[in-house]
C-alpha cells in the first residue's frame, strides 16, 4: 500500500467532463479532443473553459497538444504548430502540457521535446504514450528523467497496461522518483490496486463511454462520441482512494 492515493487523470474533452472530474475529486485532466484519434489538442475555448471550471483545483487542467493523429513523427511546420499551441494554452492558464515527438527510427525527438519544454515556460510537462510507440520503452522513459519533465504517462510499452505491469515496475526502478510514472491504456477501477502494486504514481483514463445525439448525415463523420461517465470517475477516485 502507498501512503497516499495514487494520482487521478482524467482524460475529458468536452466541459462537462471538466464538472464531472472535479466533482467527483479527480486530481486533474488531461484536456483533449478526437479521443478517436488517440486525442488531439482542444481549441481554445475549450481550455478557457476548462480554467473557469476548474477555479480554485491545483494544477488541474493540463492540455494535450497533438495537431494530428497518425503517430508522433512531426515536420518542421507541426512542431511550429505545437510550440504555438503550447504557449496559447499557457496564456490561456493551463497549468501543464502533454507532449511527445518520435523521430523516424522510433526514439524519442529529444531536441523537438526541448523546444516544447521551453515552449512551455514553467508549465508542467507530461510527455505522453508516444515511448510505448518507441523502440525501447524503457529506455525512453529513463532518458524523459534526465529533462525537466514532470512526469511521463505509458502502458509499459502493452496494448493495455495491465499487460505492461513487469515493464512499469522496471520503470519506476529505473527513474529512481526523479520522474512521476503515470499508468494509462485500458486503465478501470478494478485494475488499479494492481497498478498501485508496480509502483506507479498515477493513474490515467477516460472514463468515457459513448453517446449518439442526433445524426451526422452525409459528412458530418460518424454519429456517436465520447462523453465522460460520473460513475467511472467515481469509481477510479474511490479505488485510488482504497489504495492508501
Do not use: N, W
Not at 466541459?15 to 478517436?36: C, F, M, N, P
Not at 502502458?155 to 520522474?179: I, K
Not at 461517465?229 to 489504495?243: K, M, R, W
Amino acid at each position: 500500500m502507498t501512503e497516499r492515493p495514487v494520482a487521478v487523470e482524467i482524460a475529458v474533452q468536452s466541459a462537462d467532463g471538466v464538472r464531472i472530474a472535479v466533482d467527483a475529486g479527480a486530481t486533474r485532466v488531461e484536456l483533449t479532443q478526437g479521443l478517436r484519434l488517440g486525442g488531439l489538442t482542444p481549441s481554445a475555448g475549450l481550455i478557457e473553459g476548462a480554467v473557469e471550471l476548474s477555479a480554485g483545483r491545483d494544477a488541474f487542467v493540463h492540455a494535450l497538444i497533438r495537431p494530428r493523429g497518425g503517430g508522433f513523427v512531426y515536420d518542421a511546420d507541426e512542431v511550429k504548430t505545437m510550440v504555438r499551441d503550447i504557449r496559447a494554452a499557457a496564456r490561456l492558464g493551463a497549468a501543464g502540457v502533454v507532449v511527445g515527438a518520435l523521430t523516424e527510427d522510433g526514439r524519442l525527438d529529444l531536441d523537438i521535446l526541448r523546444r516544447f519544454i521551453d515552449a512551455a515556460d514553467g508549465l508542467d510537462v507530461t510527455v505522453h504514450r508516444a515511448v510505448d510507440a518507441s523502440v525501447d520503452p524503457v529506455a525512453s522513459v529513463a532518458k524523459l528523467a534526465t529533462l525537466p519533465v514532470r512526469r511521463v504517462l505509458t502502458s509499459g510499452g502493452a496494448q493495455h497496461c495491465a499487460d505492461g505491469l513487469d515493464t512499469l515496475a522496471v520503470m519506476v526502478h529505473e527513474v529512481g522518483g526523479r520522474l512521476e510514472v503515470m499508468a494509462g491504456g485500458g486503465v478501470t477501477a478494478d485494475g488499479i490496486a494492481s497498478l498501485v502494486g508496480a509502483g506507479v504514481d498515477a493513474v490515467h483514463l477516460s472514463a468515457s463511454r459513448p453517446l449518439e445525439r442526433g445524426a451526422s448525415g452525409p459528412g458530418g463523420g460518424v454519429d456517436a462520441f465520447e462523453v465522460t461517465d460520473p460513475d467511472l470517475v467515481a469509481g477510479a477516485v474511490a479505488a485510488a482512494a482504497a489504495s492508501v
